[in-house]
Structure formats: C-alpha cells, structure tokens
C-alpha cells in the first residue's frame, strides 16, 4: 500500500474512533471498546474493500456487511456516517427517543445496514444466508461479517461455520475481532475460545491471523481471501480493545459504558492531537 494511501486510512480512522467518542458521550451510554478495537477494520471496508453506493445503499450488486457483534453499532455508524450514507452530525443522535440510530444496527433505519443485530451468534448466520443466496442466484457480490472473540463462545456460531463449509461458501469472509476482552473479562479465562484459527479450519476455513491495526496486512488478508475457492475464509484479527484511547485500551471496563463529560475531553484531545499529526504527516 503506498504510504499516502495509508495515511488516508488512518486519518479516516481516527475520525471514525472520533466519532464512537463522540456519539457514546451523547448516549452517555453504548459500547465504545470494541467499537474501537474494529475501528480500522470498519474503515479499510467502507473506504476501500466493500462494493457499495452510499447514494443507493439497497444496490442489488453491493458487496455486503453483516455486524455479527451488534452491540459494536457505535463503530459502524461511525463509518458509514463519514463514508456518506448519512450525516456526521446525526451520531450524536445515537440511542436517543426518535433517532434512527438505535443502540444496536436496524436494516429498517439505518442506510447502509445490511442486517439487524445485536443477539450475539445470530449475524453469521444471516451472512451464511446471504452468502448462499449470492451462489443460488448467481451473483458475484461478497459478504463480510464481523463477530467478537467473546462471541465465538455461542454455539450457534460453529454450526454456521459448519453450514458455511457444508455449502463451499468461498463468498464469504468472516472476520474474528480477537481483543482478548468481553463484558466479564478475559476471554481465555470466561470461556477460552483458544486457539480460534485451528478451530476454523477444522471446520473447513481458509484461516490467516493477523494485526487488526496494521492496514497492510488487513489489505493483504482481504486480498488473499478473494483467491479462495472451494471454501470460506476468516481472518482473525489481533486488536486492542479501546485502541486509541490511553484509558480505555485494554480495560474490560469500557466494554460497555459510555465517557463522563472529563473522559470525553481526554478521549477527544488525545485523538485530535493524534489526526493533527497524521494530516501534518
């Protein structure tokens, strides 16, 4: 990726982790961890990977995007917001009584949403179905889904995985937030999912690991997964929940709980001091 390219990205990022900041503040509520964590990923999609018009979000030939962790919204909105689906200003809208955006993604309200989520295990399974439909059809869209580390731990996950095998689903990329947090902590010591990539690929998959943060390799993985044939793909991503924010990184905590007014002023100032270098870059 040239480097230019890359700077983009990261300025994009940084005002998409802006945006999580500044909506979950409004809520004073929402789920600004691992919204965080999938920042990047949210933004290589929307900027770069996915097929889709924000002028026609229901194009029949867009590539589609299946947030299996729903309770992440505050991330996607954020992306789909700054890639022109809908206006900035409204993310500070987010959970409020009559906004569209609700605490978790509504196909109903939201352009650019593609599934309603927020029961967690149930969002690949709809990519599953939307992946199978492409086949049926023959269509040539792709259909991406991203689930989290702590999710994996629902079992509905692995039988769609098995379906997902089953039916040669090589459309489909599933895409592992693996930060290592969930509500009630580590991951390995509430339910170990470890190790996620033999898991997959016993279950069929073409599996690569790597840096959530690093857009070469998100590039590289997504690349890699389009050359697949045969088989679904999944990329497990290792990320930094709250990644970005000194006092949210790595802290369970923040799974689920909104920044007080002085949070949101560090929060803030720590990532605009972060986009004033990238854009002086």
Not at 105 to 125: A, E, F, H, K
Not at 193 to 212: N, Q, S
Not at 222 to 240: C, D, F, H, N
Request: glycine content about 10%; charged content about 20%.
């Amino acid at each position: 990726m040239k480097s230019q390219e890359k700077k983009q990205l990261q300025v994009a990022a940084c005002k998409v982790r802006m945006g999580i900041i500044e909506s979950t503040h409004a809520a004073k509520c929402g789920h600004p961890g691992g919204s965080l964590s999938a920042a990047d990923l949210f933004t290589y999609l929307y900027f770069r990977e996915l097929r889709v018009d924000p002028a026609n979000p229901q194009w029949a030939d867009r590539d589609r995007f299946v947030l299996s962790k729903g309770h992440c919204a505050p991330g996607l909105y954020a992306a789909l917001a700054h890639r022109g689906f809908f206006p900035v200003a409204d993310l500070v809208t987010l959970r409020r009584v009559g906004s569209y955006l609700q605490g978790h993604p509504n196909m109903n309200s939201v352009p650019g949403v593609d599934m309603s989520t927020g029961s967690l295990g149930q969002g690949i399974s709809a990519a599953c179905g939307m992946a199978l439909a492409a086949k049926v059809k023959k269509q040539d869209y792709r259909v991406y889904t991203l689930l989290g580390d702590g999710e994996i731990q629902e079992g509905q996950v692995w039988e769609a995985c098995m379906f997902a095998s089953h039916y040669h689903l090589d459309n489909l990329c599933v895409i592992i937030d693996n930060n290592g947090l969930q509500i009630d902590g580590d991951v390995a010591k509430v339910m170990s999912p470890y190790p996620i990539d033999a898991k997959l690929e016993a279950f069929g998959f073409h599996v690569r690991t790597i840096d959530g943060h690093d857009f070469d390799a998100i590039e590289a993985a997504l690349k890699e997964a389009k050359t697949i044939q045969g088989k679904p793909s999944a990329i497990v991503m290792r990320t930094v929940k709250g990644k970005d924010v000194s006092f949210m990184e790595n802290n369970a905590g923040w799974h689920g709980v909104a920044p007080n007014d002085a949070q949101y002023e560090q929060a803030m100032a720590e990532l605009k001091e972060k986009l004033t270098a990238l854009e002086g870059m």
